[in-house]
């Protein structure tokens, strides 16, 4: 086989500004089987990431997908008017999974599997293609090469296993930049249509995930201006047709977003939990990044040789640099700039960018080959030796960064490596509930510990629910008024409570007004598991 048609249309078309430079994809050495570029590193992340996928426990926001998707449609419509709206799209994608498949943490999960397969896929692909556009020797292996260290890292199998919609925000977002480079490689307006509708699934699953077109218009002004200055009586017609059709795609999914985007906004208080950042939020996402905190130098060194690896970021259009350097620092570092204003960064709301750290990083081990190629070269080694000596300096570098992740690995794959153990809570609920008793949540937020493993809830009489999740349109439903949990607590002999053990937010702490209800009962049980704390009360008309 002669490779992917895509890539081999660069290799066909001349040098362009918008195709990437000059001859660089002619010399690359084709693979005859140029596929396996794109299909080992899925199939990698398949085997990597679908190990023990059903291990980890389901964690609260996991609990909220359940709650939102499992509802009618209609629920779901009605609901996204009040709260999370920004999630309603994966709650309709995820309805349709739980009718096929049911509920179980494998079930849920695997849509984010499949995504974060193809998110590593299309990211060899997107390498090669702009190894070519970069005039690097070998952009198969600098394609296989990002492909695979995007798989090994374990923030990767941290949202492969979990069912929310970062997996599937990461596939979008790379699938948007590969259409771009495709679209400005080509002059058929089919590639900006795409480009458009990969811009309208990002957003859908991810409206922070938009900081990707700001990534996406600085690369292309880069381009722009690097373009050689030979090709400047020629390269300003396309350059502002590419900018035109660029615009007109991003307008085509700014209206089509609309819709959420103003929803969203009017439900931003859901996110008043979220702190102002500092160092430690710096440091927590270079560690999750590099996957381990001792690789984090090595990492930035890659990083850094792969910016300057075949044009870097000198003249030549859409080079690896120009396109990867924007989108991996400018989407965190505009979301951390605005949070210490108004608090919105989440380490996973910038997890689309992580494949670009991965095409860096791939780039920077094919620079060292390079080099040591050269080395070799120039002390007078034949022509097949220095090549595989030259493979061998970077090869032994994946080996060690292998060999640090795989205690990372490992530890994502623990009930520890999430916030709660719902599983253990309700495990503990069912050794130790009674006939007869209730429970309450303090406060109603705390209603999701039920949602991921509800039988033993089920036997609990809820003397806290005001009206259900449906029926108010809310993931949780609404809480019932003190006089009237007072007035079932009566009616009870025992009674458990739920809490978070740190509360978020105050909207998250237990209502003064209940727990006073509670303060003149006897406390016969307390269980702490990670985030949960179990009380269990002895009511006070019962004793004895």
């Not at 140029?34 to 291990?55: C, D, H, M, Q, S």
């Amino acid at each position: 086989m002669r490779g992917t048609p895509s890539d081999a249309a660069v290799s066909r078309e001349p040098a362009r500004p918008g195709a990437g430079g000059t001859g660089g994809s002619r010399r690359g050495t084709r693979w005859p089987l140029g596929w396996l570029v794109v299909v080992l590193p899925a199939l990698a992340e398949l085997i990597v990431g679908g190990y023990r996928i059903g291990g980890p426990s389901l964690w609260r926001d996991e609990a909220a997908t359940i709650s939102g998707s499992q509802r009618p449609v209609s629920a779901i419509a009605a609901m996204v008017q009040h709260e999370d709206a920004v999630h309603g799209p994966y709650y309709l994608l995820m309805h349709l999974v739980i009718a096929a498949g049911g509920i179980s943490a494998t079930t849920l999960r695997l849509p984010s599997l499949i995504a974060m397969c193809l998110a590593v896929g299309l990211t060899a692909a997107l390498g090669r293609r702009l190894a070519q556009a970069s005039g690097m020797a070998v952009p198969q292996a600098a394609g296989l090469l990002a492909g695979l260290a995007l798989t090994a890292v374990p923030l990767t199998t941290r949202y492969a296993q979990e069912a929310r919609p970062y997996a599937l925000t990461t596939l979008f977002a790379v699938l948007a930049t590969y259409l771009l480079v495709r679209a400005v490689a080509s002059p058929h307006w089919p590639w900006w249509v795409l480009y458009a509708a990969a811009l309208v699934l990002t957003g859908l699953f991810s409206l922070a995930s938009m900081l990707l077109v700001g990534a996406h218009l600085v690369s292309l002004l880069v381009a722009r201006r690097t373009s050689s200055a030979d090709d400047a009586q020629t390269a300003r017609p396309p350059w502002r047709r590419v900018l035109g059709s660029w615009l007109a795609a991003c307008a085509a999914a700014a209206v089509l977003l609309t819709p959420i985007a103003v929803l969203s906004a009017g439900q931003s208080a859901q996110l008043n939990w979220v702190r102002t950042p500092d160092l430690s939020t710096i440091a927590t996402l270079l560690r999750d990044f590099a996957g381990s905190a001792v690789l984090i130098p090595v990492v930035a060194v890659l990083a850094e040789l792969g910016c300057v690896e075949g044009r870097g970021l000198r003249r030549g259009g859409l080079t690896l640099t120009v396109i990867v350097l924007p989108w991996l620092v400018l989407p965190p570092a505009l979301l951390l700039a605005v949070s210490l204003v108004h608090p919105l960064f989440v380490e996973r709301y910038v997890l689309f960018c992580l494949p670009a750290l991965a095409l860096l990083t791939s780039a920077g081990l094919i620079w060292i080959a390079r080099m040591t190629r050269r080395a070799l070269a120039g002390r007078g080694l034949p022509g097949r030796r220095a090549d595989l000596l030259a493979a061998a300096a970077p090869a032994v570098l994946v080996v060690v960064i292998a060999a640090a992740l795989i205690g990372p690995q490992r530890a994502i794959r623990l009930d520890s490596a999430r916030a709660d153990n719902l599983r253990a809570v309700a495990a503990l609920i069912a050794r130790h509930e009674l006939p007869g008793d209730a429970i309450l949540y303090l406060p109603r937020d705390t209603e999701l510990v039920s949602v991921a493993y509800p039988a033993p809830f089920r036997r609990l009489r809820d003397i806290g629910l005001g009206r259900t999740a449906v029926a108010s349109g809310t993931l949780r439903g609404t809480q019932a008024g003190p006089s009237a949990v007072a007035a079932r607590l009566r009616q009870v002999r025992r009674v458990w409570t739920v809490q978070w053990a740190v509360p978020l937010s105050r909207a998250t702490e237990a209502p003064a007004s209940q727990t006073r209800l509670l303060a003149p009962m006897p406390m016969i049980g307390r269980w702490r598991i990670q985030s949960v704390i179990l009380r269990l009360y002895l009511v006070g008309s019962h004793r004895g």
